[in-house]
């Protein structure tokens, strides 16, 4: 097989101010061959799309390159190419689809004519022939009623639409390199399938070669040929994709997959990276958990949540977002509660902590119905109830130091003589989540993801909460950091017999987490049961479409080939 | 649609009413007795009690209002006080004049500030672009009136190329030998703050991501900007438009003074001065209606340039 | 927090000790704070009465040049009055006052009047009065700078305290502090002020200013919060959905709380920066009213007066106190907006 790219030691810096640079790819060499697909693997910072943008130099404005990175496509240096030589190779040998559809459109144009853009300017079609073409695009992408999608604009559209748009407009002019940075991370599990099969069909249909960034390996074990893992700007290690998923070389490649929560398995722990440096064995004793004994802790029953719009003139259009759930929490259990976007399993969450207020049911908790509560009355079983929330970016004060991040709770709820003593407790907890002492003065912005996740366990913990709800906690995290907060989380339940409502769209996740669950879709609890009852045995539908959708890494691609 | 612009009409009510409740309290407990301003305009005695009456200003506060009230949606004022000419024709005359000055200077400005923007948006982060800032901010430290007195001082005065002051009836003669050297002083001070807003239009949306889209399918820069940017420019550029609207139709004092044009600034101005209520209560009513009218039809507008509003 | 645990703990720099550090290294901004700075002295100096105390004072000589262009030798234009011609006749024998001329004389001699010499030229020029310029123009930014920064600052608080409530609560509350906004904003602005300054000339408030330079600080501040107010609610609409707002109602914290321990610090560079804009817009509006005759009173001298009195003098081709007024006030100005600029770069929440 002919090499289509040779990206020779590739070296990309980014300038910060007029004396500091930071270097993102410090060097990286690797072949894509023609008509195959490669698969670039990696956790944020890795310098993954930095590395996949160098090659049509789609880099930002302070991007500074290595003097010896080379690029080499079709006998040229693209990297030493003139601006004008780019731009006829943009779109025409090689496109690109971003991560976010919505935003990568552009909002005041059609889809169609965005589509017939691009055939306009590189196949040289007048207005109505790139139309025609554009139809013919959208039909061979799948998206339904093309005619009169042609005219629709991108926000009329849903996310896998979008994408779908982005993908006709990048094979449109029948590139030999589409390169896909992360296409499906921003999409349901169910769509992700759609797509991820749609780019493997057209790959193989167009022969034209696929450069797939993601961070998740299951889906990366399914569709690729070759595997580049890569992490703080280098690669680790590159093979094809069985050699790299039976017999991964590198200790990071193998910590990478390990780390993710296995489907079959739930052991005590969720190996980390840290454990593979450190050659520590991986733990195979399976967890233990409490049994669902006695009254529950929390009983739901016919919660609902609606929101009102305005409609017509004086008319009111209503859309449930919850419809009707009952369930129920034991103490020192995890309730997980699954879904994709639009399914209600947030509101359900915003509803126990009283942030959003439930239009009718009743949350009883100790007797009480939490859903009748005056904000006072509601005050004191604040600190019983808490919540960590998806974004650790946005959940923590960024003027707040981590001392008043951790005090704060404490005043509030009148916990600790006095400020020194409530000093020496939030040091505590600090060291009880695995922080250093010398967090207490410093700002979120100076942590990483993980870290402030940890902080807001630990303003959690502060109050001494009996349940936690975890809104997609860890969802925003790279596997491998994840793996350590799902550890974390795990041995807190253990120690202080927390009860978790678990709530997420990563289903592997949440069947490494969660005792019962609940499936959500549309606002409706679709099936309820012991978690393990639900993965071995769906009963609904729609259940057994989700668990069909996870990406499975190699095992799924060798189930698919022997399918057909 | 309708639903849409007859729900906005009758919002439109508690402002206009919050508008003329304040005008009226304001001039009935802060102003003056009109009687006593009257006899400082030299008025006779029968034209101050039949403004009293006209007024009732023996009757109940609330007759008082419901007068006001009638007043301006029957567009009836009455007369100016202190020239005795027609409040209605006040307007009809004033207006056009006003007009006729604004109405190229707001058109000019657009075109320049987006040509100005656009260009140097182009070269961001050059040399020439920050000299063109920095330009702009000295340029922005300096009052309009000095710009005026300097530029009729300069233009009218010394070089004599246009006349300093004046107006004739004719629109042509108007538009050719008259507003020139007003519109172009209003343009020029109008070109630091314009272009600079305008260039934090065009640099925003280069940071969008179909932009980055848009260079990944091989799209010229010089289309980017043109086709691409500038399209969605005119979001932002629609909402500068409308708020700079109503002052079209007030105009500006200062130049109506300055070169002595009969326009409706310069006789809000005369007005105060002479404390002529009539008048100034009429202009800021009516210029508070045409406000909001003017807010309104933006809003329609919107739903044209901006594919993503839903009016609702 | 001065806490025994604390002491030996690392302690970060915050926002603001962060964001001078990195103005520190813009040479630009440096500049203009060191310009600003100067222009602050001579505020302060000239509140003090330190400096140009006696601008008053008719020190030249009608319309004196500056130094720098040198006296006008032909005396047209320093109105010096030629005297009569012919000898002096005695009068006395019918002069019905002319007994008492000596008398009168020895009294005058008891009392010393320095008939002070005027100056044929000042170092920027002398006004129509022979009013020294270089000390009016520094009074003058005494009062327009200090109108400018009250003005501003009036504003920033009016805008801020109505923006947080009307945002963060949103509901009835809101809606009711729209309509405000809605009616102050359909009123042209300058038919506002106008009205307001007929308030406060004609109506019983006229009693409670009387000097002149609050109401030009209370024109600009009433008619100038809805800037202020819009920004502010729009950025209280973002962050009381914003998680880390989330999270402090979930640990129980109040409103109160809410709005302006947690959400009030996120914004503060916000309004800091629409403060400075406000500034120097109130500045130029202060020259606008006081050529409406709206602004300070006659007896005290601001940038605006300066340049209103200008305006006659140019036709009489005498330019330096326009060149006065308008270089203080372009400088002034300039390095205000350039500081601007320079802390709203070094505040740049980006890098948080």
């Known amino acids: 097989m002919t090499n289509l790219i040779s990206v020779q030691n590739l070296e990309v810096s980014f300038r910060m101010s007029k004396t500091v640079t930071a270097q993102a790819v410090k060097g990286v060499s690797f072949d894509i061959p023609a008509n195959s697909t490669v698969a670039l693997v990696g956790e944020s910072g890795s310098g993954k799309s930095v590395t996949a943008m160098s090659i049509v130099r789609l880099l930002p404005e302070n991007a500074i390159l290595g003097a010896n990175s080379k690029i080499l496509y079709d006998g040229r240096d693209l990297l030493h190419a003139s601006v004008e030589d780019m731009r006829a190779l943009r779109g025409r040998d090689i496109s690109v689809v971003f991560q976010e559809p919505m935003s990568s459109l552009n909002p005041v144009f059609t889809v169609g004519e965005q589509i017939a853009e691009v055939l306009r300017i590189h196949m040289n079609l007048n207005p109505r022939q790139a139309l025609d073409r554009a139809l013919e695009l959208m039909t061979e992408v799948g998206i339904p009623n093309p005619k009169e999608r042609l005219k629709s604009y991108p926000h009329e559209l849903s996310g896998g639409q979008q994408q779908r748009v982005m993908i006709a407009m990048a094979i449109a002019c029948e590139p030999k390199l589409l390169i896909a940075d992360e296409p499906t991370t921003a999409l349901d599990v169910t769509v992700q399938r759609q797509i991820t099969d749609l780019i493997a069909k057209?790959?193989?249909?167009?022969?034209?070669?696929?450069?797939?960034?993601?961070?998740?390996?299951?889906?990366?074990?399914?569709?690729?040929?070759?595997?580049?893992?890569?992490?703080?700007?280098?690669?680790?290690?590159?093979?094809?994709?069985?050699?790299?998923?039976?017999?991964?070389?590198?200790?990071?490649?193998?910590?990478?997959?390990?780390?993710?929560?296995?489907?079959?398995?739930?052991?005590?722990?969720?190996?980390?990276?840290?454990?593979?440096?450190?050659?520590?064995?991986?733990?195979?004793?399976?967890?233990?958990?409490?049994?669902?004994?006695?009254?529950?802790?929390?009983?739901?029953?016919?919660?609902?949540?609606?929101?009102?719009?305005?409609?017509?003139?004086?008319?009111?259009?209503?859309?449930?977002?919850?419809?009707?759930?009952?369930?129920?929490?034991?103490?020192?259990?995890?309730?997980?509660?699954?879904?994709?976007?639009?399914?209600?399993?947030?509101?359900?969450?915003?509803?126990?902590?009283?942030?959003?207020?439930?239009?009718?049911?009743?949350?009883?908790?100790?007797?009480?119905?939490?859903?009748?509560?005056?904000?006072?009355?509601?005050?004191?079983?604040?600190?019983?109830?808490?919540?960590?929330?998806?974004?650790?970016?946005?959940?923590?004060?960024?003027?707040?130091?981590?001392?008043?991040?951790?005090?704060?709770?404490?005043?509030?709820?009148?916990?600790?003589?006095?400020?020194?003593?409530?000093?020496?407790?939030?040091?505590?907890?600090?060291?009880?989540?695995?922080?250093?002492?010398?967090?207490?003065?410093?700002?979120?912005?100076?942590?990483?993801?993980?870290?402030?996740?940890?902080?807001?366990?630990?303003?959690?913990?502060?109050?001494?909460?009996?349940?936690?709800?975890?809104?997609?906690?860890?969802?925003?995290?790279?596997?491998?950091?994840?793996?350590?907060?799902l550890n974390l989380l795990l041995d807190l339940q253990e120690e202080f017999g927390l009860s978790y409502v678990f709530i997420s769209h990563d289903l592997a996740v949440v069947k490494y987490m969660a005792d019962d669950m609940l499936v959500m879709s549309k606002g409706e609890i679709v099936e309820r049961g012991l978690a393990e009852d639900i993965y071995h045995n769906p009963q609904h539908p729609y259940t057994k479409q989700l668990l069909q959708a996870i990406p499975r890494g190699l095992t799924g691609r060798v189930e698919a080939a022997q399918a057909e | 649609m309708f639903s849409y612009i007859l729900r906005r009409v009758l919002q439109m009510i508690p402002t206009l009413a919050g508008v003329i409740l304040l005008i009226f309290f304001l001039f009935k407990w802060f102003g003056g007795d009109p009687a006593d301003i009257m006899v400082g305009l030299s008025a006779t005695k029968s034209q101050i009690a039949s403004i009293r009456t006209q007024l009732g200003l023996d009757r109940p506060v609330l007759e008082q209002l419901w007068i006001f009230v009638q007043q301006i949606f029957t567009f009836n004022w009455g007369k100016s006080w202190a020239t005795n000419e027609a409040i209605s024709d006040i307007f009809a005359t004033r207006l056009p004049v006003t007009l006729t000055v604004m109405i190229p200077i707001l058109i000019l400005e657009v075109v320049l500030s987006i040509v100005a923007g656009m260009a140097v948006a182009y070269v961001r982060g050059s040399l020439a672009d920050r000299t063109v800032m920095l330009i702009s901010t000295v340029a922005l430290s300096i009052s309009f009136l000095v710009y005026i007195v300097v530029g009729q001082y300069v233009f009218a005065f010394l070089l004599g190329w246009f006349p300093v002051q004046g107006w004739s009836d004719s629109l042509w003669k108007n538009l050719t030998t008259y507003a020139p050297l007003p519109v172009f002083l209003a343009v020029l001070v109008s070109l630091a703050p314009g272009t600079r807003l305008y260039r934090s239009f065009f640099l925003d949306e280069l940071g969008h991501d179909y932009v980055r889209t848009a260079r990944a399918k091989g799209v010229s820069e010089n289309a980017i900007l043109f086709k691409h940017v500038l399209r969605n420019a005119m979001i932002p550029i629609l909402t500068n438009v409308a708020t700079q609207l109503p002052g079209v139709f007030i105009g500006s004092f200062l130049i109506e003074a300055f070169f002595s044009m009969p326009g409706l600034g310069r006789e809000v101005l005369t007005a105060v001065n002479r404390s002529d209520y009539p008048v100034i209560q009429a202009v800021t009513v009516y210029l508070a209606a045409l406000t909001m009218v003017i807010n309104l039809v933006t809003d329609v507008l919107y739903k044209f340039v901006d594919p993503r509003v839903v009016l609702k | 927090m001065s806490l025994d645990v604390l002491h030996d703990l690392p302690q970060s720099p915050g926002v603001w000790a962060s964001a001078w550090k990195r103005l520190r290294n813009n040479r630009v901004g440096m500049v203009s704070l060191a310009i600003t700075l100067v222009f602050i002295a001579m505020v302060v100096l000239a509140q003090l009465g330190l400096l140009a105390k006696d601008w008053q004072k008719e020190v030249g000589t009608a319309f004196a040049p500056p130094h720098f262009v040198g006296r006008i030798v032909d005396g047209s234009q320093t109105a010096v009055v030629e005297g009569a011609q012919g000898p002096a006749v005695d009068i006395s024998d019918i002069d019905p006052l002319a007994p008492r001329y000596q008398e009168w004389a020895e009294r005058a001699a008891q009392f010393k009047t320095a008939a002070a010499e005027k100056s044929e030229t000042l170092p920027l020029g002398g006004d129509q009065l022979g009013r020294d310029v270089l000390s009016k123009v520094i009074k003058g930014a005494q009062v327009s700078i200090t109108v400018g920064l009250l003005a501003a600052l009036f504003a920033t608080i009016i805008g801020t305290v109505l923006g947080a409530i009307g945002g963060y609560f949103g509901g009835k509350v809101g809606d009711f502090l729209e309509w405000v906004y809605n009616v102050f904003t359909s009123i042209p602005y300058i038919l506002l002020m106008f009205s307001v300054a007929a308030v406060l000339k004609s109506g019983p408030l006229a009693k409670v200013f009387t000097s002149g330079v609050w109401t030009v600080i209370i024109i600009l501040s009433v008619v100038g919060w809805t800037g202020i107010y819009r920004l502010v609610r729009a950025e209280y609409i973002k962050h009381r959905t914003r998680e880390y707002v989330r999270a402090a109602e979930a640990i129980g914290a109040s409103h109160a709380s809410r709005m302006f321990t947690h959400i009030l610090p996120n914004i503060s560079h916000v309004v800091l920066v629409q403060l400075s804009l406000h500034v120097v817009s109130f500045i130029k509006a202060e020259v606008i009213l006081s050529f409406l005759g709206l602004g300070v009173p006659l007896d005290m001298v601001s940038w605006g007066t300066m340049l209103t009195e200008a305006q006659a003098e140019l036709v009489q081709g005498k330019w330096w106190q326009l060149l006065a007024a308008t270089a203080f006030m372009a400088t002034f100005v300039t390095a205000f907006a350039l500081l601007t600029d320079a802390l709203r770069d070094a505040l740049d929440p980006k890098l948080r």
């Open chain 1, 202 to 485: 057209l790959q193989q249909r167009k022969k034209m070669s696929v450069l797939f960034i993601s961070h998740d390996l299951g889906l990366v074990g399914e569709i690729s040929d070759q595997v580049i893992v890569m992490r703080h700007g280098l690669v680790r290690e590159t093979g094809d994709v069985e050699t790299i998923f039976n017999a991964p070389k590198d200790t990071y490649t193998r910590a990478l997959i390990a780390c993710r929560p296995n489907l079959d398995t739930r052991p005590r722990r969720l190996p980390v990276i840290d454990d593979f440096v450190n050659g520590r064995p991986i733990e195979t004793e399976q967890r233990v958990t409490v049994s669902a004994s006695g009254e529950p802790l929390v009983t739901v029953q016919g919660l609902r949540k609606e929101y009102r719009f305005k409609k017509g003139l004086f008319g009111h259009s209503v859309f449930p977002a919850v419809q009707n759930a009952d369930f129920t929490l034991h103490k020192g259990r995890t309730l997980g509660v699954v879904g994709e976007s639009g399914s209600g399993k947030t509101t359900i969450g915003m509803m126990l902590t009283r942030l959003t207020d439930a239009t009718t049911g009743s949350i009883l908790f100790e007797g009480k119905d939490l859903a009748t509560l005056s904000a006072d009355q509601m005050r004191p079983y604040r600190s019983r109830i808490q919540i960590i929330f998806q974004n650790p970016y946005a959940s923590l004060n960024p003027r707040f130091t981590i001392a008043q991040i951790l005090m704060e709770p404490m005043r509030i709820h009148g916990i600790g003589k006095d400020e020194d003593d409530r000093a020496r407790m939030a040091l505590s907890l600090l060291e009880k989540v695995g922080l250093p002492r010398d967090a207490f003065g410093k700002y979120p912005h100076e942590f990483s993801g993980g870290q402030r996740q940890r902080i807001a366990i630990a303003r959690c913990l502060s109050m001494k909460p009996e349940i936690i709800v975890c809104d997609e906690s860890v969802s925003a995290l790279d596997v491998s950091v994840q793996a350590t907060v």
